[in-house]
């Protein structure tokens, strides 16, 4: 474990951008030999929105990583944070805990807040507008939705006092997660439930990119599905009947136009009320 955290304490640029690529090379290629959905789409098309805000989503944390480093930085030297203040632990310890509840602060947190706040639910309508899912849709996030996600995730380093190599692993970790879980992959229905015992599964997190409610204000979990489990937040229905999209912003051509969805969160609309449910 202590090899794994001075690994991500000074991890290369490079290798964190082998493992954004290479995740999405990989479950690209697993999309195409067991699809979960068989898509009339071109995917490449498809794709390039997508690709242009994981960019985006790129550039503003690389653009203000140095506070993250500054505040775990901060914390260390100050011993200020949770897990500084409980009794020392073994390093796996610490390391599963500091994942945890980053996840937990830096993951759910603003996901749940997202959907209950109009401005930051118009936001986050950017990721759920787009009318087929897979492996690409996971990084398709407004410019500002990136801006909210690294201020919660400041937050949690604030509180909790993580270290580098910690927050590193995390991200990582994360980046893999979500890239697994919107791959638009087909997993035996018994296992993708096991699985969705520990960490988040396709199937769990596709129920969430259901275009009307209950469905999409379930299941907002990243890596670890424990969070929905505990909070009340976790439903579960037929993959068969889980459709992609939005009610309210159902113009697929507008959805996968850059352009379109810059502007989508100063669009005026409506949000569903409770007589529409499923």
């Known amino acids: ?32 030999f ?11 098309k498809h794709a390039i929105p997508n690709f242009f805000f994981t960019f985006t989503t790129i550039v503003i944390n690389f653009i203000f990583a140095f506070l993250l480093l500054n505040v775990s930085d901060w914390t ?32 759910y947190l603003p996901h749940f807040v997202e959907h209950k706040i109009k401005p930051l639910w118009m936001i986050h309508l950017v990721h759920h507008s787009d009318p087929q899912v897979d492996t690409t849709t996971a990084n398709r996030h407004h410019p500002l939705e990136s801006l909210v996600r690294f201020i919660f995730t400041l937050i949690g380093v604030g509180f909790l006092g ?15 997660s979500t890239q697994f879980n919107h791959a638009n992959i087909k997993i035996p229905k018994r296992l993708d439930r096991w699985i969705s015992y520990l960490v988040v599964s396709p199937d769990m997190h596709k129920i ?15 890596i670890f599905s424990v969070w929905d489990r505990l ?9 068969s009947k889980v459709i992609y999209g939005v009610d309210v912003f159902p113009n697929e051509k507008k959805n996968t136009q850059i352009g379109s969805l810059l502007r989508q969160p100063f669009e005026k609309y409506q949000r569903p009320t409770m007589d529409r449910l499923d």
């Open 162 to 176: 993580t270290s580098i190599g910690i927050i590193m692993l995390y991200q990582a970790l994360s980046v893999v």
């Open 208 to 222: 969430h990119h259901h275009y009307r409610l209950p469905y999409t204000d379930t299941n907002f979990g990243n």
């Open 231 to 239: 909070f009340g937040t976790f439903s579960y229905m037929d993959r």
């Open 34 to 44: 067991f699809p979960m959905v068989k898509f009339n789409y071109k995917k490449w």
């Open 76 to 107: 260390s030297h100050a011993e200020f944070g949770l897990l500084h203040w409980l009794p020392t632990l073994p390093l796996w310890m610490d390391v599963l805990l500091g994942v945890l509840l980053l996840d937990l602060i830096g993951a």
């Open 1 to 32: 474990m202590e090899e794994i955290i001075n690994y991500f304490e000074t991890i290369p640029s490079l290798h964190r951008s082998i493992i954004l690529v290479g995740g999405i090379t990989f479950f690209w290629f697993l999309e195409g």
